[in-house]
């Protein structure tokens, strides 16, 4: 049994990996990538794979949406739906924002040194001065929407390109068209200047890639690609690929379209000279868009990122082709995740997506293991082999999956079920079965072959229709000989390693969505959406104990702390840690926005991993030392300061005993600190108060309205608020909360004189009577 020790008590987030890109505009400078979202731009770190900043406002419905943006690496500008374009630096402050005049929305912004241009729906093209958001220059000559916007590298000159294929050469001096560039037959989505500084190239959805000169209208090349083309590139003068030596007077380009591959071409030849054959990208021409949106070249970095529709970033070495990194930009919800890995040193994920992203926990980045034919909807790793992963899905099936030299490999299909797998579980002592549940109410037990090569179907050895309604968990005990089910039918059931039924566990009022079994105890816990836990004996099939403290639906659960805790996540975003023996919630974790369908934790228990509908994933480390250290650091210092204000006392600094005291937050022996000062007269307590900050006034303010409730301390604190009061119509004493506080104590103020005038009057009536007695007593003595 586990000690005291080892109890948790709080979870801290070390990271959080959420929806980083949505679409739109992607730009790379160094080692960043600034990618577009809803209503802001995130920086992107791609050595650790982890958002750096985030520039903008959250991505809400009632956000200004971000119609496009551009940057070089200091200074970012985008534009908004609402009208206005707004001028970021690196650290996410606004310096500057001006409407702008566009009759429609921006489609394009490029930004050289202080000159701005922006291509709008209008056909026009503005060029604004960034020192004084002014418009210096309003552009004609486009057609439709202008796209694309770049600036001569070399010139005072301005491209632009709008709907009707055409590209406009403006001279910025006078905003005259110097030349027409008209070839193309189709939008232009891009445009790329040569190093010789002679020539561009140009490419469309016309499916050809042009060569030009920059003072001659004449196409001098015309490339056709046979595909789409979305982006190009401009390569270095010298580079290699895997078969291929550039030639120092060539102009090379790399081009990605709907094809989903990089190829590069020498442009003066009008000849391929290098096509991708390991691509990721999966073409999605039947939804009728291109499978890459964008193609960006980091020449300090050798590499080229592929941006696809899918809102991915595949980071290629620029010589070998070999994929370096892959980001997921936006996952959607994320349905179940799990640790693989001897090392824990990957980590799974289902999302809404056919494809499991496996991500490396260090770098995020990402590998997608393409199989399912429908939803992925659960993970399971096998306990005594963690390289081992099985997943479930809508498809119908369950998949085997091995990592193996950092790439994982699907080995084994199972096809038995005939409605959507929602949970999977492995044997705990051995990874020679794994059970699968499904919505067609069936619990199958699958025999894992000790040989895992090829692509193997998956034996079913034993079949059970286990629930009336759909099965939503699935659980094998730690001796691999019972196996619990959990239901839509209000009820969770237990079964022996041959499908035979043990016993029924009746007791939640809604359906149960999570089953697990203790680690230590003949025990198993459930969740359900009745918002509470139950943990019922395996022995006699009683429920033990209900926890309660969920406020909806309670939807994953696991043990913790050798079973002496249970963790649980619910559907309103929050994670709860029980403690068994006395039912208490020792913490509520609150980070999520949504429902947390998706917990895992590592195999020491000191990480766990969280995801849920608001699509973000959730790192979190066991922080219990920590708060145990930080505890014991505060108790150190607070007994220090207590043997400094002793110290204090003791030696009669009653100034800074009072400053101590009031920092200490010790009410009572302010008030015998303010007592020995009054003792030493009425202006000493005065020029003692002005010596204090406006902070520590507040607190003897505070103070003093707490004395204020006891008849026996109204002396002291009707003098302190009589002095501060004071202070306060001279602007020494700048409060907050005054109004509040000065509210509260108007009351006890009130009773005091009334009791004090009673007084008064009562010691006047004793003087007039001791007064009228005097007389009456001489006279009888006479």
Not at 14 to 28: D, I, L, P, R
Not at 63 to 77: K, L, M
Not at 544 to 557: A, I, M, N, W
């Amino acid at each position: 049994m586990a000690s005291k020790a080892r109890l948790k008590e709080a979870y801290g987030v070390e990271s959080k990996h959420g929806a980083f890109y949505t679409g739109g505009n992607v730009e790379w400078h160094e080692d960043t990538l600034f990618c577009q979202t809803n209503s802001s731009i995130t920086l992107l770190d791609t050595e650790r794979g982890l958002v750096d900043k985030t520039i903008g406002e959250e991505n809400t419905e009632e956000a200004d949406t971000i119609q496009t943006f551009t940057t070089d690496g200091q200074r970012i500008v985008s534009s908004h739906k609402s009208g206005l374009l707004k001028l970021w630096n690196k650290e996410g402050e606004v310096e500057k924002m001006w409407k702008y005049i566009h009759k429609g929305p921006i489609a394009s912004l490029a930004l050289k040194e202080d000159k701005l241009a922006s291509g709008g729906s209008d056909s026009l093209v503005r060029i604004w001065d960034l020192q004084h958001q002014a418009c210096i220059l309003s552009l004609a000559g486009c057609q439709g929407v202008v796209n694309v916007t770049k600036y001569h590298p070399f010139e005072n000159k301005l491209f632009a390109s709008g709907d009707d294929g055409k590209i406009s050469c403006f001279e910025l001096e006078n905003g005259a068209v110097t030349h027409m560039y008209n070839a193309h037959y189709s939008k232009v989505t891009s445009v790329v200047f040569a190093h010789d500084n002679l020539h561009f190239v140009t490419c469309g959805r016309d499916k050809v890639i042009i060569l030009w000169e920059f003072n001659n209208t004449t196409a001098l090349r015309t490339v056709p690609t046979y595909e789409a083309v979305e982006a190009i590139t401009g390569l270095p003068v010298k580079f290699k690929l895997p078969g291929f030596k550039s030639e120092s007077d060539g102009i090379y380009v790399a081009s990605a379209g709907e094809k989903g591959v990089i190829r590069v071409w020498d442009v003066k030849k009008a000849k391929e000279v290098f096509i991708q054959t390991n691509s990721l990208v999966s073409p999605s021409l039947e939804e009728g868009g291109l499978a890459v949106s964008n193609l960006l070249l980091n020449a300090k970095a050798k590499a080229l990122a592929v941006v696809t529709v899918e809102h991915n970033i595949i980071i290629h070495h620029l010589k070998s082709f070999v994929c370096l990194k892959q980001f997921i930009g936006f996952s959607d919800e994320i349905l179940d995740v799990s640790f693989v890995g001897k090392k824990d040193e990957y980590l799974a994920v289902a999302t809404n997506s056919n494809d499991i992203k496996l991500y490396s926990n260090e770098t995020m980045n990402c590998q997608l293991l393409k199989g399912h034919t429908d939803l992925v909807l659960c993970l399971n790793t096998s306990k005594t082999n963690p390289d081992l992963l099985m997943s479930s899905g809508k498809d119908n099936t369950v998949r085997l999956w091995l990592l193996k030299d950092g790439t994982m490999a699907c080995v084994g299909v199972g096809l038995r079920h005939t409605g959507s797998v929602g949970s999977v579980a492995f044997s705990q002592t051995s990874a020679s079965f794994a059970v699968s549940s499904s919505q067609d109410t069936c619990l199958k037990i699958w025999e894992i072959p000790s040989k895992l090569e090829g692509n193997l179907d998956l034996n079913c050895t034993h079949t059970v229709i286990a629930h009336q309604k759909e099965v939503n968990c699935v659980s094998v005990s730690p001796n691999d000989r019972i196996i619990a089910t959990a239901s839509q039918d209000k009820t969770a059931k237990l079964w022996t390693d041959s499908l035979t039924l043990v016993g029924v566990l009746r007791g939640h009022r809604r359906g149960v969505w999570s089953i697990r079994f203790s680690p230590v105890d003949q025990v198993v816990a459930t969740s359900s959406a009745d918002c509470t836990i139950k943990l019922w004996s395996v022995a006699d099939l009683s429920c033990l104990k209900t926890f309660e403290g969920h406020e909806s639906s309670v939807l994953k659960l696991e043990f913790v702390s050798s079973g002496m805790q249970i963790l649980s996540a619910g559907s309103d975003g929050l994670l709860k840690l029980f403690l068994i023996k006395t039912s208490e919630c020792v913490c509520t974790l609150d980070e999520h926005d949504g429902r947390i369908w998706a917990l895992t934790l590592n195999r020491d228990e000191s990480k766990l991993v969280t995801g849920g509908t608001d699509s973000v994933l959730i790192k979190w480390k066991d922080i219990t030392e920590e708060l145990k250290l930080k505890r014991q650091r505060e108790g150190e210092e607070l007994a220090l300061q207590e043997q400094k204000l002793s110290n204090y006392l003791q030696n009669d600094q009653l100034l800074k005993a009072l400053k101590l005291a009031l920092k200490l937050n010790r009410p009572a022996t302010t008030l015998r600190i303010v007592q020995d000062v009054i003792k030493k007269g009425d202006n000493g307590l005065a020029d003692t108060v002005k010596l204090l900050r406006n902070d520590q006034k507040e607190s003897l303010l505070n103070c003093a309205t707490n004395w204020n409730m006891n008849s026996k301390n109204c002396q002291p604190a009707q003098l302190v608020l009589n002095i501060l009061l004071n202070e306060l119509q001279t602007g020494e004493f700048r409060p907050v909360g005054l109004k509040s506080t000065v509210e509260g104590s108007l009351p006890y103020t009130e009773r005091h004189f009334k009791r004090l005038t009673q007084l008064m009057q009562d010691l006047h009536f004793i003087n007039y009577t001791v007064n009228c007695m005097q007389p009456h007593a001489k006279s009888v003595n006479n």
